[in-house]
């Protein structure tokens, strides 16, 4: 039988055609959508708990922490708005309407870095940022577009369509032009239920299960409001008293392997926060000696198994420094009576060879130091896109073309430990981490994060960077050293919990103690082994069993 004119244009004939979003008018969608995004964003971490202590909102030094359950509650409303909408395109618009505000309400701190640090115009840095949440906000827009086509009516298929699309458009944000998948909804949960996922699935098959979560509450809802046949009850039942069986499942496997003791004798540490003002920290006046002073006393003063100096903690390159500097910073790790190590972030290089953003590490007997050198470089940061020069031309940042280290670069040992670094956002691609996972005896038993998110001021980006590490430590169940310039600067342990950690914008040393583990998670095997085609494929075989299931029923009308 012929379509009818309802699914021609992609509408289904069972929504009510006069049904124009949530509240029935067009400005009390928009505004219900733009309020969803931002919800969706402060999600994430929730900035106003800084300062605060160790309150339900806080972690420890004052950090805002992720709100599990807003981050579904937030997505239901996008879900609901589009099982009102009445063709696939009106599904896009309110789906870029939605992941503009959400992600522009994310890294909006991006205007920090370009206007107040960079010089860049406020109108042309605030349009830069809206700019690249509606490029990134395509992606959802046309994931909705495909949703309203393949699943036109609430039902259990439609939300398994709507998590994988979701879940494809997350993953294409982390691949596409060297990803940017700051802000992925799985962040949010580093804690609450969810949380017993990450060790099987990581951070996106935490998201699609979120996505799905989000799906029914939307089509619950949806049937609530117009009247359809709610689901049987034995169905709701049966379908919670699996979900039950399965959570607790999780969730007694995470137990097992998270309590049981470690074999490793752990080491004290020290996490060095020099707190360099940014618009003074590559200043020959000011920051430069600031921070070689202050970076070379607190070295010389530790007394830890080991000391972490942040990303750039001295900011020149060895060339540039003032004669035996390093001899004189080295001089206590590498002496062969030594009891400590220390890891330290610097630039490398030269102009004939190239420019590397990279951390030494100094330890006992050991004159050629351990390197590890940044492999995912930041655009615009550390490599300038191509056709993009004329941009940072506006702008007034040092800027360089980096060369990129290897994938998966050699541990330093130490202490009986194997100590894994990475740099700035390099902890933001779990994908990338698991390259150090493919043998249980040599992989990674501690991971060390080198940061300076000075770039973007007193912002959430502190907070949103914290919840990225705490997703790594879930992953691996590994703990995290974060070493960072104004914070956040803290001792993760393989639980994900903050054990110990210092307020932002401290100039102060961080003393405690970490225990590694050894040992291989699920997820650290499959995603060492295929990366993320495993959850690729399985999203791409949903959808495919959906359409299908589509082309049959219409063949049968």
Same mark, same amino acid.
């Given at each position: 039988?012929?379509?009818?004119?309802?699914?021609?244009?992609?509408?289904?004939?069972?929504?009510?055609?006069?049904?124009?979003?949530?509240?029935?008018?067009?400005?009390?969608?928009?505004?219900?959508?733009?309020?969803?995004?931002?919800?969706?964003?402060?999600?994430?971490?929730?900035?106003?708990?800084?300062?605060?202590?160790?309150?339900?909102?806080?972690?420890?030094?004052?950090?805002? /922490?992720?709100?599990?359950?807003?981050?579904?509650?937030?997505?239901?409303?996008?879900?609901?708005?589009?099982?009102?909408?009445?063709?696939?395109?009106?599904?896009?618009?309110?789906?870029?309407?939605?992941?503009?505000?959400?992600?522009?309400?994310?890294?909006?701190?991006?205007?920090?870095?370009?206007?107040?640090?960079?010089?860049?115009?406020?109108?042309?840095?605030?349009?830069?940022?809206?700019?690249?949440?509606?490029?990134?906000?395509?992606?959802?827009?046309?994931?909705?577009?495909?949703?309203? /086509?393949?699943?036109?009516?609430?039902?259990?298929?439609?939300?398994?369509?709507?998590?994988?699309?979701?879940?494809?458009?997350?993953?294409?944000?982390?691949?596409?032009?060297?990803?940017?998948?700051?802000?992925?909804?799985?962040?949010? =949960?580093?804690?609450?239920?969810?949380?017993?996922?990450?060790?099987?699935?990581?951070?996106?098959?935490?998201?699609?299960?979120?996505?799905?979560?989000?799906?029914?509450?939307?089509?619950?809802?949806?049937?609530?409001?117009?009247g359809a046949r709610p689901l049987r009850r034995k169905v709701v039942l049966l379908s919670a008293l699996v979900l039950a069986v399965v959570w607790g499942g999780l969730w007694l496997g995470r137990q097992q392997a998270t309590d049981a003791p470690s074999a490793l004798p752990g080491m004290s540490v020290e996490l060095l926060q020099g707190n360099i003002p940014q618009d003074e920290k590559f200043e020959m006046g000011s920051g430069i000696p600031l921070a070689l002073n202050w970076y070379a006393q607190q070295?010389?003063?530790?007394?830890?198994?080991?000391?972490?100096?942040?990303?750039?903690?001295?900011?020149?390159?060895?060339?540039?420094?003032?004669?035996?500097?390093?001899?004189?910073?080295?001089?206590?790790?590498?002496?062969?009576?030594?009891?400590?190590?220390?890891?330290?972030?610097?630039?490398?290089?030269?102009?004939?060879?190239?420019?590397?953003? &990279?951390?030494?590490?100094?330890?006992?007997?050991?004159?050629?130091?351990?390197?590890? &050198?940044? =492999?995912?470089?930041?655009?615009?940061?550390?490599?300038?896109?191509?056709?993009?020069?004329?941009?940072?031309?506006?702008?007034?940042?040092?800027?360089?073309?980096?060369?990129?280290?290897?994938?998966?670069?050699?541990?330093?040992?130490?202490?009986?430990?194997?100590?894994?670094?990475?740099?700035?956002?390099?902890?933001?691609?779990?994908?990338?981490?698991?390259?150090?996972?493919?043998?249980?005896?040599?992989?990674?038993?501690?991971?060390?994060?080198?940061?300076?998110?000075?770039?973007?001021?007193?912002?959430?980006?502190?907070?949103? =960077?914290?919840?990225?590490?705490?997703?790594?430590?879930?992953?691996?169940?590994?703990?995290?050293?974060?070493?960072?310039?104004?914070?956040?600067?803290?001792?993760?342990?393989?639980?994900?919990?903050?054990?110990?950690?210092?307020?932002?914008?401290?100039?102060?040393?961080?003393?405690?103690?970490?225990?590694?583990?050894?040992?291989?998670?699920?997820?650290? =095997?499959?995603?060492?082994?295929?990366?993320?085609?495993?959850?690729?494929?399985?999203?791409?075989?949903?959808?495919?069993?959906?359409?299908?299931?589509?082309?049959?029923?219409?063949?049968?009308?």
């Amino acid at each position: 039988m012929a379509q009818t004119s309802a699914e021609a244009q992609g509408r289904s004939p069972t929504l009510p055609a006069h049904d124009r979003g949530p509240g029935g008018h067009v400005w009390a969608w928009r505004l219900g959508l733009l309020l969803a995004g931002g919800l969706q964003a402060l999600s994430l971490a929730w900035p106003w708990a800084r300062g605060h202590g160790a309150g339900w909102l806080s972690l420890e030094g004052g950090y805002g /922490r992720p709100l599990w359950w807003l981050q579904p509650l937030s997505l239901a409303v996008l879900v609901y708005a589009l099982l009102g909408a009445r063709t696939p395109r009106q599904a896009a618009g309110r789906a870029q309407l939605y992941a503009t505000a959400w992600l522009a309400a994310t890294f909006w701190w991006l205007f920090i870095s370009m206007h107040t640090y960079g010089g860049l115009a406020a109108p042309l840095a605030v349009a830069a940022v809206l700019a690249l949440a509606a490029f990134l906000g395509s992606y959802y827009a046309l994931v909705s577009w495909c949703f309203r /086509r393949l699943a036109p009516a609430p039902s259990a298929q439609a939300a398994i369509v709507f998590a994988s699309l979701w879940t494809l458009a997350e993953l294409a944000r982390g691949w596409l032009w060297t990803g940017f998948p700051w802000g992925a909804g799985g962040y949010a =949960h580093v804690e609450g239920p969810l949380a017993v996922l990450p060790r099987w699935t990581g951070v996106y098959g935490t998201g699609w299960v979120a996505a799905w979560l989000a799906a029914w509450l939307a089509m619950g809802a949806w049937r609530a409001r117009n009247g359809a046949r709610p689901l049987r009850r034995k169905v709701v039942l049966l379908s919670a008293l699996v979900l039950a069986v399965v959570w607790g499942g999780l969730w007694l496997g995470r137990q097992q392997a998270t309590d049981a003791p470690s074999a490793l004798p752990g080491m004290s540490v020290e996490l060095l926060q020099g707190n360099i003002p940014q618009d003074e920290k590559f200043e020959m006046g000011s920051g430069i000696p600031l921070a070689l002073n202050w970076y070379a006393q607190q070295l010389h003063a530790s007394t830890a198994q080991l000391v972490v100096a942040p990303e750039t903690a001295i900011p020149l390159l060895p060339q540039q420094l003032p004669q035996g500097y390093l001899d004189l910073v080295r001089a206590p790790f590498v002496k062969p009576q030594g009891g400590q190590a220390a890891l330290v972030g610097i630039p490398l290089g030269n102009f004939e060879q190239g420019f590397t953003n &990279s951390v030494e590490g100094w330890k006992p007997g050991q004159m050629q130091p351990y390197l590890y &050198s940044k =492999h995912h470089l930041v655009p615009f940061g550390e490599f300038i896109p191509p056709l993009f020069r004329w941009f940072t031309d506006l702008m007034n940042i040092p800027l360089g073309d980096f060369n990129r280290g290897n994938l998966g670069q050699p541990s330093m040992t130490w202490a009986g430990e194997r100590l894994s670094p990475n740099i700035c956002y390099e902890d933001l691609f779990g994908e990338e981490l698991g390259a150090h996972f493919g043998n249980a005896a040599a992989a990674p038993t501690v991971l060390v994060n080198f940061s300076n998110i000075g770039w973007f001021g007193d912002s959430v980006a502190i907070d949103q =960077h914290l919840a990225i590490s705490r997703m790594r430590a879930l992953e691996f169940e590994r703990p995290m050293l974060r070493a960072t310039n104004t914070g956040a600067t803290v001792v993760i342990d393989h639980r994900a919990r903050v054990v110990h950690a210092l307020a932002p914008f401290d100039r102060a040393v961080l003393q405690g103690r970490v225990q590694g583990r050894e040992g291989l998670t699920p997820y650290a =095997h499959w995603v060492h082994a295929l990366g993320l085609a495993p959850l690729t494929l399985l999203c791409l075989a949903a959808l495919l069993v959906a359409w299908l299931r589509r082309d049959r029923g219409q063949a049968k009308a």
